[in-house]
């Protein structure tokens, strides 16, 4: 009976992650490069204030940004179109040594005609090095 159960509740978790891949593809489909609005310029200046606020030594920052993707985020429930932008930070830790460079990531909605705003970031994993925390 319990691998019954089981089973059964295996097979709907499953067809949750059906569904939201397919309403995902059909925006996909659907969107048109000028859906995704444009992001606004300032967006690294208010990235780079953001994550100084995080380190032990900001003065020591050096930044890289990549250039902005396009994509699609779930963080409001639905999926949406989304701009993100990914940062390097390389910044000096406690004892005064660089720590190599980790990511930062940002995404934003950015309304046809109106200012972008951050829907989501993500910060450097704690015990994996390169890899993200969705906030």
Known sequence: MRLLLALIFAMLLG???????????????????QDWGVL???HEAAERAAILQ??????SARFRFEKPTRGVSHSLGE??????????????NSFGGYVGERPYAFAYL?????????????????RYPGKLDWQ
Do not use: F
């Open 110 to 126: 950015c309304p046809v005609n109106k200012s972008c705003q951050l829907i989501n970031y993500a910060i450097p994993h704690d």
């Open 79 to 92: 999926p949406v179109l989304a701009w993100y932008s990914q940062v390097y930070v390389n910044a000096k």
């Open 15 to 33: 067809g949750c992650g059906v569904v939201a891949q397919k309403k995902q593809d059909e925006l996909l489909s659907r969107s048109k490069p």
């Open 40 to 42: 606004d310029s300032n």
């Open 54 to 59: 995080t380190l032990k030594d900001p003065d």
